[in-house]
Structure formats: structure tokens, C-alpha cells
């Protein structure tokens, strides 16, 4: 397959993205290739596309299985296994924020659980005991916010963001532009 310039810098871009959220380049290159695509792709060719060692590829597409990214199809009348990702933007970002909260957040919640309910708990100073509880709090409202948010249909999700934007500008004063007219914390009360 051969990109053309725009489908090429999306790629390129993904790559560069994802290595700044951890994720290796090859792997987000696939990703991008395969959504832009937006039909199933043999690994050999998406090799070919991107320009890269067939290895690299097959470690890649195995990472993208585990984060459930793309799955494997098989086309009538062709032995090799096709990659395919999700399509839907919106289906793709509830995948991602899901399996980075499994990966990521929810581990972090569960260790503040642990420290809290600890029997050595008590017996560390004051500050350090509100510190990690309100850290935990925060973690779980956190947790509880973005689970009902995933729930949220797309047109649901994005009115909620827009009336969120929406009561940032209300509580700014009417103009966003504007610094220093936020409300301080706990004054929207």
C-alpha cells in the first residue's frame, strides 16, 4: 500500500505520539496505518508500507492484541492472517482509556488501598496519612468519574464536554480570555 502525503504525515505523527505516551513508534506507526487504512492488512504488507523489518512488525501486532487495538480476520481465499483496528474514533478512545486505566490507574489505587488500610498506617505522621488518603480519594472519584463517563453514548459524551467547557467560561466571568478570573477553589460553592 502506498500512502499518500496526508495519510503518510498522520502515520509518521501517530509514531511520534505514541513514543511520547510510552508507547514504542513502531507500534503506534501500525496502529495508524491500519486505522487510516481501514481494512485489514496482512503484516507483510503493512512491513512493506512502513518500511520496517517483518520481526518488528509481528512483536508489534502482538503488543497491539494485548491492548486489545486490533484483532486478527481472515479473508476468503488468503492463508494469512489480516489485522484490523477499530474504526470508530469514539469506540477507540473508550479502548484506550480502558485498558490505560487497567494498565495504569487501577494498579496506583490499589497500592493506596493497601497503604490505608495497613495496620502500619497509623503510625505514620499526620501529613503523610492525609496526604495518601486525599491522593486515594482522589483516585477513586477519579476512577467512578471516568467509568461514567466510558458509559456515555458519543453525542452524550460530547454535550457533556461542551457544557463543561460551557461552566469554565461561566465560572471564569463569561470570558475565557480573561487571567486571573477564575474562581478560586471552593469560591463556585
Given at each position: 500500500?502506498?500512502?499518500?502525503?496526508?495519510?503518510?504525515?498522520?502515520?509518521?505523527?501517530?509514531?511520534?505520539?505514541?513514543?511520547?505516551?510510552?508507547?514504542?513508534?513502531?507500534?503506534?506507526?501500525?496502529?495508524?496505518?491500519?486505522?487510516?487504512?481501514?481494512?485489514?492488512?496482512?503484516?507483510?504488507?503493512?512491513?512493506?508500507?512502513?518500511?520496517?523489518?517483518?520481526?518488528?512488525?509481528?512483536?508489534?501486532?502482538?503488543?497491539?492484541?494485548?491492548?486489545?487495538?486490533?484483532?486478527?480476520?481472515?479473508?476468503?481465499?488468503?492463508?494469512?492472517?489480516?489485522?484490523?483496528?477499530?474504526?470508530?474514533?469514539?469506540?477507540?478512545?473508550?479502548?484506550?482509556?480502558?485498558?490505560?486505566?487497567?494498565?495504569?490507574?487501577?494498579?496506583?489505587?490499589?497500592?493506596?488501598?493497601?497503604?490505608?488500610?495497613?495496620?502500619?498506617?497509623?503510625?505514620?505522621?499526620?501529613?503523610?496519612?492525609?496526604?495518601?488518603?486525599?491522593?486515594?480519594?482522589?483516585?477513586?472519584?477519579?476512577?467512578?468519574?471516568?467509568?461514567?463517563?466510558?458509559?456515555?453514548?458519543?453525542?452524550?459524551?460530547?454535550?457533556?464536554?461542551k457544557l463543561g467547557a460551557r461552566i469554565q467560561k461561566l465560572l471564569r466571568?463569561?470570558?475565557?480570555?480573561?487571567?486571573?478570573?477564575?474562581?478560586?477553589?471552593?469560591?463556585?460553592?
Open positions: 500500500m502506498e500512502l499518500q502525503p496526508i495519510a503518510q504525515r498522520f502515520v509518521l505523527h501517530w509514531g511520534e505520539m505514541g513514543s511520547r505516551w510510552g508507547v514504542n513508534r513502531t507500534v503506534s506507526q501500525i496502529h495508524a496505518l491500519l486505522y487510516i487504512a481501514g481494512q485489514p492488512m496482512p503484516a507483510d504488507e503493512i512491513a512493506a508500507t512502513l518500511n520496517v523489518a517483518r520481526s518488528n512488525v509481528s512483536n508489534s501486532l502482538k503488543e497491539l492484541q494485548n491492548w486489545n487495538l486490533i484483532r486478527v480476520v481472515h479473508l476468503m481465499g488468503d492463508r494469512r492472517d489480516h489485522f484490523e483496528t477499530i474504526t470508530d474514533v469514539w469506540q477507540l478512545f473508550r479502548t484506550i482509556i480502558s485498558e490505560r486505566k487497567e494498565r495504569e490507574f487501577d494498579p496506583t489505587v490499589e497500592v493506596l488501598r493497601d497503604c490505608v488500610s495497613h495496620p502500619a498506617f497509623a503510625q505514620e505522621k499526620q501529613d503523610v496519612q492525609r496526604r495518601i488518603s486525599e491522593t486515594l480519594q482522589l483516585m477513586e472519584t477519579l476512577s467512578a468519574w471516568g467509568d461514567e463517563m466510558l458509559r456515555l453514548s458519543p453525542a452524550t459524551l460530547v454535550k457533556v464536554m466571568g463569561g470570558n475565557s480570555d480573561t487571567p486571573g478570573t477564575a474562581v478560586a477553589d471552593g469560591d463556585a460553592s
